[in-house]
Nanobody
Framework: QVQLVESGGGWVQPGGSLRLSCAASGSIFSYYNMGWYRQTPGKQRELVAAISRGGGINYADSGKDRFTISRDNAKNTVYLQMNSLKPDDTGVYYC?????????WGQGTQVTVSS
C-alpha cells in the first residue's frame, strides 16, 4: 500500500504564492511518476502538473509559467510551487503517484485564492 501526505494549502490573495508538498511512503517501488491534480465543485479532477522519476515534466496550460513541479527522490517527495495565483486556481489539490501496481491519491489540500 502507498500513503501520500500533502501539506501547504491555505488561503492566499491573488498574486500570492503557495508551495505544496506531498510525501510518499509504503510500497512505492523504484520507478514511479508523481503529479498534482485540482478538483473544483461540479468538475472532474484535472491535471495541474506531473513529473516522472527521471525528471520529465508536464504542465497544464493553466499553470505554465506560474507553477513549478519538482521532486526529491531521496525523500520520496514532490513539490508544487505556485506563483502569481489567480482565483481560478482555487480548488482541492490532490497528490497522485503512479507505479507498476496502480495509481494512488492523497487526501487533498484546499487552496483558496481570493481577496
Amino acid at each position: 500500500q502507498v500513503q501520500l501526505v500533502e501539506s501547504g494549502g491555505g488561503w492566499v490573495q491573488p498574486g500570492g504564492s503557495l508551495r505544496l508538498s506531498c510525501a510518499a511512503s509504503g510500497s512505492i517501488f523504484s520507478y514511479y511518476n508523481m503529479g498534482w491534480y485540482r478538483q473544483t465543485p461540479g468538475k472532474q479532477r484535472e491535471l495541474v502538473a506531473a513529473i516522472s522519476r527521471g525528471g520529465g515534466i508536464n504542465y497544464a496550460d493553466s499553470g505554465k509559467d506560474r507553477f513549478t513541479i519538482s521532486r526529491d527522490n531521496a525523500k520520496n517527495t514532490v513539490y508544487l510551487q505556485m506563483n502569481s495565483l489567480k482565483p481560478d486556481d482555487t480548488g482541492v489539490y490532490y497528490c497522485n503517484l503512479k507505479n507498476v501496481v496502480g495509481s494512488y491519491w492523497g487526501q487533498g489540500t484546499q487552496v483558496t485564492v481570493s481577496s
